[in-house]
C-alpha cells in the first residue's frame, strides 16, 4: 500500500494504546490498576456540564467562527489577565480542539521541512511526533546534568540555521519538574534575541505544589509588540478534568493567529460550538474544582514518593506538580518497554516506558489515581520485582504465584 513519508514516519501514541490496553483488560474483568493515565479523575464543574447540556437541549449546535465564539476568546483574554497579567486582544487568541491542536496548527503555520524545533527531554510524546508531521525534525535535548533542570547552555549549544522555535512545557510531563524561573528567563530571552518562536506549553501551569507560584513567561519578555513570537498554549483538560472535552488554546501575536485560524479552518473549522460553551462556562465559573484537584493532587503525590522511597534501587525526583512522577527503574530493567509490558502482564500495573519520553530505564507513574490505586500499584510492582518478596501475592481472591526470577 501508498503511505506517505510523513504518515509512515508517525508512531502510535503510547499513552493513548496503553489507556486501550487497560480498557480492554479492565473489560475481562481484570484487576487493572491504571498508573499510566493522563487525566484527572474529578468531574469537571458544574458550571461546565450545565451549559452543554443546556446548548444541547436547545439543538442550537452550529457552526462557530474557526479561532472559536467569542464568548471563549473572552474568557480567554481574561484568563490572561488574570494569570498572567497581560491584556491580548481576540485577535491574539484561538482555540482549539484541545491544546494539542493548538500546539500542531502552530507549528504548522511557523515550520517548513527541515527545519529544526528543539524541546528538552524528557518531553511530552506527542513533540516530535506533531514536528515530524510537519516534515520538520525535532531536536530533543537532554540535561547535561542528567536532572530534569535544562539549562540555557543545552539550549544554545543545539541551535543551528535550521532552528525554528523551541517548545517548553512546565511543569513538565513526564517528570513533574517545574523548570526554575531563572531557566523561563533565559529562555525567553534567548528566543527573543535569536529570532526564535518560543511555544510555552503550560497546560499543567496551574497544578503546582508546595506553595509554588506559576511562573509567567511574558515577565521576563522585552518585545511584547506584534513582532513577538512567543506562543502560550493552554486549555481545560487538566485543570477542569474536562480532558474529553477536547478545547485548548493559544495566544501570539495577531498574523500568527490569522495564519493558525487559516489552517484550523480548513482542517476541522474549528473546536465544537457544544464544548467551547462549556469551556467558557469552566473559565469563568466557580474555580474551586481546580483547586481542590490541586490539593487531591500534592496529597496523592506526596503518597507516591513515599511509596517510592521506600523502593529498594527506584530513584525518584519530587515533582513539583501536574499528576505524574518518572522514577527510574533501570537497576531492574533498562528497557523501559519490556518492563512496562512485564509488569502489565504480572501484575496488570498500567504504567508508561520512559523511552516514549525520551529516557530509557524510566517508568512514568500517574497520581490521577485513588491513594489505593497508588500504595497498592506500588505494592504490586514491588512483589514483581523485588526477589525477596513474598512468593506469593493475594489480589482480592486471586493468588498470583510469583514463577520469575
Ligand atoms: C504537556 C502536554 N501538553 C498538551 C497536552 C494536550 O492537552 P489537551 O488535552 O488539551 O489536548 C497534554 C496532554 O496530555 C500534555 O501532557
Not at 510555552?200 to 501551569?205: A, Q
Not at 485560524?261 to 474551586?288: C, D, E, F, R
Request: glycine share 8%; charged share 25%.
Amino acid at each position: 500500500m501508498s503511505i506517505s513519508l510523513i504518515g509512515k514516519s508517525i508512531g502510535e501514541s503510547a499513552t493513548l494504546k496503553l489507556n486501550e490496553t487497560a480498557a480492554i483488560l479492565r473489560a475481562k474483568g481484570e484487576p487493572v490498576i491504571h498508573l499510566g493515565g493522563g487525566e484527572p479523575k474529578t468531574k469537571p464543574p458544574i458550571d461546565a456540564l450545565v451549559a452543554a447540556a443546556g446548548l444541547l437541549s436547545s439543538g442550537e449546535v452550529r457552526y462557530t467562527p474557526a479561532d472559536g465564539i467569542p464568548a471563549l476568546k473572552q474568557a480567554v483574554i481574561r484568563y490572561t489577565e488574570e494569570f498572567y497579567r497581560r491584556k491580548v486582544a481576540p485577535e491574539q487568541v484561538m482555540a482549539s480542539g484541545g491544546a494539542k491542536q493548538a500546539i500542531m496548527v502552530a507549528l504548522q503555520a511557523i515550520l517548513n521541512p527541515q527545519d529544526e524545533v528543539i524541546f528538552p527531554v524528557p518531553y511530552w510524546v506527542s513533540y516530535p511526533e506533531m514536528v515530524k508531521l510537519t516534515g520538520a525534525v525535532p531536536v530533543p535535548v537532554r540535561p547535561d546534568d542528567g536532572s530534569f533542570q535544562p539549562r540555557i547552555q543545552e539550549i544554545e549549544r543545539n541551535v543551528t540555521s535550521y532552528t525554528k522555535a523551541v517548545i517548553i512545557n512546565s511543569p513538565n510531563n513526564p517528570s513533574g519538574v517545574m523548570y526554575s524561573e531563572e531557566f523561563i528567563a533565559d529562555v525567553v530571552r534567548f528566543c527573543e534575541k535569536r529570532g526564535l518562536y518560543l511555544i510555552m506549553d503550560d497546560i499543567y501551569h496551574r497544578l503546582i505544589f508546595d506553595g509554588r507560584k506559576p511562573i509567567n513567561c511574558y515577565d521576563y519578555a522585552e518585545d511584547l509588540s506584534e513582532n513577538s513570537k512567543l506562543v502560550v498554549i493552554n486549555g481545560v483538560s487538566k485543570q477542569y478534568a474536562m480532558t474529553g472535552f477536547r478545547i485548548g488554546w493559544a495566544v501570539a501575536n495577531k498574523r500568527l493567529i490569522e495564519v493558525m485560524t487559516n489552517i484550523q479552518g480548513h482542517q476541522t473549522s474549528g473546536p465544537s460550538s457544544l464544548l467551547q460553551h462549556a469551556a467558557v462556562a469552566a473559565i469563568n465559573g466557580v474555580q474551586s474544582s481546580v483547586e481542590g484537584l490541586r490539593m487531591t493532587l500534592e496529597n496523592n503525590r506526596n503518597v507516591m514518593m513515599a511509596q517510592l522511597d521506600a523502593f529498594d534501587g527506584v530513584k525518584a525526583t519530587k515533582p513539583d506538580g501536574t499528576f505524574y512522577c518518572f522514577a527510574d527503574f533501570s537497576t531492574y530493567e533498562k528497557d523501559s518497554t519490556k518492563l512496562a509490558e512485564f509488569l502489565v502482564e504480572k501484575v496488570r500495573v498500567v504504567t508508561v516506558p520512559g523511552v516514549e519520553f525520551g529516557m530509557e530505564g524510566y517508568l512514568r507513574l500517574s497520581t490521577c489515581g485513588s491513594i489505593k490505586d497508588i500504595t497498592e500499584g506500588i505494592e504490586r510492582m514491588k512483589w514483581a520485582l523485588d526477589p525477596n518478596a513474598p512468593n506469593e501475592l493475594y489480589i482480592g481472591d486471586r493468588k498470583l504465584v510469583r514463577d520469575w526470577m
